[in-house]
């Protein structure tokens, strides 16, 4: 059964940067496109970045995230990362990670998630 771990949440200032991981296991680790989703108070799960599976060739990034999210993988440490500067207020959420067969920005082709860690930018 595949399993993923988040980490690297946390507090910042508006302006900062924080790095998030997510492990996974339990199945080989290039077999997976990955992706971050996040959900802030009272909204609904929004796609924030995916990554292809194997090389990581492909990329996509929701709109709000161009420029300042870059998303990578790790094969060797089955872990993807999700690399945020000039956080803002609004970037405060529930970040989640998410392990599927196919790219997209759609929570429903992925199958596996992590439980999530929260990121809070202060202004």
């Known amino acids: 059964q595949v399993q993923l771990e988040e980490s690297g949440g946390g507090l910042v200032q508006a302006g900062g940067s924080l790095r998030l991981s997510c492990v996974l296991s339990?199945?080989?680790?290039?077999?997976?496109?990955l992706a971050w989703f996040r959900r802030a108070p009272g909204k609904e799960r929004e796609f924030v970045a995916g990554?292809?599976?194997?090389?990581?060739?492909?990329?996509n990034y929701a709109d709000s995230a161009k420029g300042r999210f870059t998303i990578s993988r790790d094969n060797t440490k089955n872990t993807v990362y999700l690399q945020m500067n000039s956080l803002k207020p609004e970037d405060t959420a529930v970040y989640f990670c998410?392990?599927?067969?196919?790219?997209?920005?759609?929570?429903?082709?992925?199958?596996?998630w992590g439980p999530g860690t929260q990121v809070t930018a202060s202004s």
């Open positions: 339990g199945r080989p680790f290039h077999m997976y496109a």
């Open positions: 990554i292809s599976r194997s090389t990581g060739t492909v990329e």
């Open positions: 998410a392990a599927g067969f196919q790219t997209s920005d759609s929570p429903s082709a992925y199958m596996y």
